[in-house]
DNA sequence: TCAATAGTGTCTCTTAGACAATATTGA
DNA sequence: TCAATATTGTCTAAGAGACACTATTGA
């Protein structure tokens, strides 16, 4: 018992940061500079500092910023993972974190101490994440399915100026599977009608019909 | 940063325990014997203790043994609350989980360390509740209901062996509204058919037409 | 027979999916 | 005009809610 980490436990924020790479949902993956795991492939993480973090979600916050050079417009607790044989350095608990960052801004600078960074497709697993990530990931995963599949929209991946076809794109995309324009318009009339607002005077033109420019409403929530 | 408490967080499992009490959804309190908050009544929690337990799922089932002398029959996380003020000791973090009881076994005994405990109805709490455990409380009931409401059906609350007009009188008093026989029960065939299995011969009788009994079909899970 | 609850049937209205039709641009 | 995408309309089938109806028991 003289053991501090067999009295308490380590406290880790773990976050499975998504956005839309090539028309793909892609996964933010870090390489492990350090042991244990040293050279494998993990979700961005960090150990909880008492002194530091208001809370566990500050906790998660500051992962990402020492990673990213951006704020990570949402996070949101997914789950935990606790046990004593998950973390070789002892008894451990993780807080699994979702989080959304804007397709527009995926390409960001590198933070310090981290050895790589990659976006990677997280259906398209090759190997097998550190610890219990692949876990984690697929859990971040499912969380983020369901609540697009319940009509919440994932806005935050989102420029901030968008078309509905783009909005609907990024559904499709997290959903895997092809939605009809129809439906998705209707419904957006019927559920979203406080969520989108129409930026007036603005179109994005090509080849085609210009289609009408919106944005999320002021206050708005990714929830559902 | 020579104190422990500032170097490794508090970790507690916390529960929030439903069942039904004369036909009315209730959630079991402790009052509080030792500081803080000596007295005032809380939801049942503990400390982790990584030699003994093998997760955070277990630490709520061992503080739920050592309270009552059945071990409940479905426990689910629900989310974590963290930071440093919300427990004097410390820098803390609580792990909260929903779990269910059958309505036949809500009297049971009162364990060894515990100065009281009772079933209060939710909805008509008097009194704030110790630390965070009154916004803990209610989460813990939103995940509840959004889980009836989507179908889910709370069978863990149930006897054993059970008719369909009391299950459907279950869910009533969790989503607090009624709920129509006739819609009701073609949603049992249409999404629960494989949940639900007839108890043959048997059934339960009164001054009315006998009611056919089921029960859960094994390895049946509360889910949605 | 009647009260009381169990269990089923039916009608209508709403919603979801499929798919067609129209609109507007640059080349 | 044509290709390409935006936006809207319509038909149909499935599902939800309301409510009525039948069934079976003990008193």
Redesign the interface.
């Known amino acids: 018992?003289s053991n501090?980490?067999?009295?308490?436990?380590l406290?880790f924020a773990d976050v499975a940061l998504f956005s839309v790479v090539d028309d793909r949902l892609h996964v933010l993956l870090v390489r492990r500079a350090e042991a244990p795991h040293a050279g494998q492939w993990a979700l961005p993480g960090g150990i909880?500092k008492?002194?530091v973090d208001?809370?566990?979600?500050g906790t998660a916050q500051r992962v990402l910023r020492g990673k990213l050079a951006v704020d990570v417009p949402y996070l949101e607790?997914v789950?935990?993972?606790?046990?004593?044989h998950r973390d070789e350095r002892?008894?451990s608990?993780s807080?699994l974190y979702l989080a959304l960052l804007p397709m527009d801004q995926v390409h960001v600078a590198v933070g310090n101490k981290i050895d790589a960074l990659k976006w990677v497709d997280p259906f398209a697993a090759d190997a097998p994440l550190a610890f219990d990530h692949s876990e984690l990931l697929r859990k971040a995963m499912d969380r983020l399915r369901a609540k697009v599949e319940r009509h919440a929209l994932p806005l935050h991946m989102l420029p901030q100026k968008f078309t509905l076809s783009q909005l609907q794109r990024i559904c499709e995309i997290v959903l895997g599977r092809d939605l009809d324009k129809s439906v998705f318009r209707r419904r957006l009339k019927e559920l979203h009608a406080q969520n989108l607002v129409e930026v007036n005077g603005e179109m994005v033109r090509g080849v085609q019909r210009p289609a009408q420019l919106w944005r999320a409403a002021d206050g708005f929530k990714f929830i559902g």
Do not use: F, N
């Open positions: 018992m501090p980490r067999q009295l308490y436990p406290v909880l008492p002194d208001k809370d566990l979600h607790e789950c935990t993972a606790s046990g004593p002892g008894w608990i807080v």
